[in-house]
């Protein structure tokens, strides 16, 4: 009997061995994903340690995180086997962030100055009050209801699959739903549908005169060698031909930069050319974060950059849940951490669908939603201007002229201008999205 044991014993400490050996240069990644998730979930949306971990982190090799949350301190720590302790801390306006050894918790920082000011009196979108749910005579309710608790459905493998659909039609929610511990105020994580807001800055920016996108990218290390040719249009378009790996599975550039940099806007600085401005397609949220940086440099102070974001679109058109992390350098991780619930997503796609009008506001250019919708050469007409597109026909049994923004495990808010339709889907990979598309339009008559 001991002799059993001890070889169940020698077997298992072998295989964590060998999954130690051949991971550990991962787990500096790992341990730091899971602190900075679990430090978010906690924080920002009031999760427990157990839904995290079941809901959130059961990805595979960041599963192998051991993770712990310190009220008090407001922060989060993660180990994988007691090797590679990461340290995320809450800091309240600026969400979570991935702290080093060089971190003063004592030192002050500045915050976005938000406007709260709630409108109850005006039901969704333009005010803060509750939808209003009178029938659309062009709606087929039941075959809607069915199309969303499609979304809902487990996987065969009986994964998880969604967290909340809302889909607004003619300004009026007419679907909606939740899966169970989440609600109208939960705020989700839209990952790199991040970026789609990012990039609506550049287009107020350029509305507001403050710079025009065809113009060079204003970077300092570019100015004497052949970057110095690479326009904001580049960037915005990810067509820059700039090194970039972009690979969540491994050690790459976007993994480094979300959980080792302290300052997100300059890895894609460094990067030399390997293709052609306009000619290299190339998907990077070094790109994105280099844009976040761009925008700050466009302001005399942080807090006027702090401040911008929200008072110029986030609060202005009442997305009051969303809230935008930093880096520890104070920059907006404008690629991957921007937190709503799902109706202040519908709300942004809202502002697409209406050109960027909102309410009789125009916040950007009418021009600016064709651009961000126009295809990107040699993207195979996927990709615009930090929106991705069904031009390629990805979605076949959707319209063609549907724009999304797409963040990671099937984060999505569709902009569908043929039929007058916003569609938010916030969950997991495990759904057929085209299917569940295609039966939501199905439900609903052209007016």
């Known amino acids: 009997m001991k002799k059993t044991i001890g070889i169940i014993s020698l077997l298992v400490l072998g295989t964590v061995g060998f999954i130690g050996y051949k991971n550990y240069p991962k787990l500096d990644l790992i341990s730091g994903f899971s602190a900075k998730s679990v430090a978010s979930g906690h924080f920002l949306d009031n999760r427990s340690l157990d839904i995290i971990e079941k809901g959130d982190n059961d990805i595979n090799l960041i599963d192998l995180a051991s993770n712990t949350i310190d009220e008090n301190g407001h922060l989060a720590e993660a180990t994988v086997y007691g090797f590679k302790k990461r340290k995320a801390v809450y800091r309240e306006g600026l969400g979570a962030v991935l702290v080093n050894d060089e971190y003063d918790a004592s030192k002050p920082y500045l915050v976005p100055k938000r406007n709260f000011t709630l409108n109850t009196k005006i039901p969704f979108p333009y005010g803060d009050g509750e939808p209003v749910t009178t029938p659309l005579p062009n709606v087929d309710y039941k075959r809607l209801q069915k199309a969303v608790d499609f979304a809902f459905a487990p996987s065969n493998e009986g994964k998880k699959c969604t967290r909340a659909v809302v889909v607004v039609h003619n300004d009026q929610i007419i ?28 287009g107020i920016l350029q509305k507001q005169g403050k710079l025009n996108i065809n113009q060079p990218a204003p970077i300092t290390a570019w100015k004497n060698d052949e970057r110095k040719n690479i326009t904001f249009h580049n960037l915005l378009q990810m067509n820059s031909g700039l090194e970039w790996e972009e690979n969540y599975n491994t050690i790459s550039d976007a993994t480094k930069m979300l959980f080792q940099e302290s300052d997100m806007t300059q890895s894609q600085i460094h ?65 991957s951490y921007a937190w709503a619930n799902a109706r202040d997503w519908a709300k942004f796609g809202l502002l697409y669908l209406h050109n960027g009008n909102w309410n009789g506001e125009q916040l950007f250019e009418s021009t600016w939603s064709k651009y961000v919708a126009t295809p990107t050469p040699t993207s195979n007409k996927e990709y615009g201007a930090q929106f991705w597109l ?29 039929h007058n339709m916003v569609v938010v889907r916030l969950g997991y990979d495990h759904i057929d999205l085209n299917t569940f598309l295609k039966e939501i339009l199905a439900s609903v008559k052209k007016n």
């Not at 679907?175 to 550049?202: D, Q, V």
């Not at 609060?315 to 104070?330: P, R």
Request: hydrophobic content about 35%.
């Open 390 to 418: 069904n031009a390629c026909g990805k979605l076949p049994d959707c319209p063609k002229d549907i724009y999304y923004a797409d963040g990671f495990q099937g984060q999505r808010v569709f902009i569908i201008p043929s």
């Open 175 to 202: 679907a909606e739903k939740y899966a169970p511990g989440f609600s109208k105020n939960s705020r989700l994580l839209g990952w790199s549908m991040t970026k789609s807001i990012t990039g609506t800055m550049l």
């Open 271 to 335: 990067k030399p050319l390997v293709g052609k401005p306009n000619a290299t397609w190339n998907y990077s949220s070094g790109t994105t974060n280099l844009l976040s940086g761009i925008i700050r440099n466009q302001f005399k102070t942080h807090q006027e950059y702090l401040d911008f974001w929200y008072s110029a679109l986030i609060d202005k058109i009442g997305m009051h849940s969303m809230l935008i992390e930093t880096d520890l350098a104070g920059n907006y991780i404008g690629s």
